[in-house]
Nanobody
């Protein structure tokens, strides 16, 4: 199995910054992509940012220019630097990974348990 563990959420005032971290562990042969999604109350889960194994990035429109996704020195870690936070960024943020386990040939999507980010006005 593959486990994703997030950290770094919390309460911040509008205009402030937070950094989320996520570490993947388990029987991982390859990680094709890692990143972040979020879900606000009453809304669907939406893309925040993803980072492919080759370095390509994809950002949700609402966070472009404010958030930055990056990988750690260990290929199984991903970070999300969030700047200029707005109240509408309040949500549960989920770490995401598309990975192949040892003994498998098919990639699978994995999710963390989520970390709450609350931005006060």
């Amino acid at each position: 199995q593959v486990q994703l563990v997030e950290s770094g959420g919390g309460l911040v005032q509008a205009g402030g910054s937070l950094r989320l971290s996520c570490a993947a562990s388990g029987s991982i042969r390859d990680i094709n992509a890692m990143g972040w999604y979020r879900q606000a109350p009453g809304k669907q889960r939406e893309l925040v940012a993803t980072l492919g194994s080759g370095g390509s990035t994809n950002y949700g429109d609402s966070v472009k220019g404010r958030f930055t996704v990056s990988r750690g020195n260990a290929k199984n870690t991903v970070y999300l630097q969030m700047n200029s936070l707005k109240p509408e960024d309040t949500a549960v943020y989920y770490c995401y990974a598309n990975a192949v386990q040892y003994g498998s040939v098919w990639p699978t999507d994995y999710w963390g348990q989520g970390t709450q980010v609350t931005v006060s006005s």
